[in-house]
């Protein structure tokens, strides 16, 4: 079992960055795959940003692209989610998500999901 815990959401106005964390424990293998998603209101959810454990490559949406990275600390199981320059379009709960996936971008393939926390950019 792995269990995910969100932190570091909240109000921040346009222009501005937040840091989100994503700690992990339970048994994370090398062959997990680590991957944000979000979901505004009214919306489905969406890929953010993931990585490859062992690889520490991250792939990111094409709406965040250039302002957002994702990064991790293997001794600590966390990965963060380093977000600039914010729009309100990026106003959502954002989700951390673990498995071991073939897709990193399909949420689908992540049977191992945090709480959420909540991102609000004010314009």
């Known amino acids: 079992q792995v269990q995910l815990v969100e932190s570091g959401g909240g109000l921040v106005q346009a222009g501005g960055s937040l840091r989100l964390s994503c700690a992990a424990s339970g048994r994370i293998l090398s062959s997990y795959s680590m991957g944000w998603f979000r979901q505004a209101p009214g919306k489905e959810r969406e890929f953010v940003a993931a990585?490859?454990?062992?690889?520490?490559?991250?792939y990111y949406g094409d709406s965040v692209e250039g302002r957002f990275t994702m990064s991790r600390d293997n001794a600590k199981n966390t990965v963060y989610l380093q977000m600039n320059s914010l729009k309100s379009d990026d106003t959502a709960v954002y989700y951390c998500?673990?498995?071991?996936?073939?897709?990193?971008?399909?949420?689908?393939?992540?049977?191992?999901w945090g709480q959420g926390t909540q991102v609000t950019v004010s314009s």
């Open positions: 998500a673990a498995d071991r996936v073939y897709n990193i971008r399909d949420q689908s393939e992540y049977n191992y």
């Open positions: 990585m490859r454990w062992s690889r520490g490559f991250a």
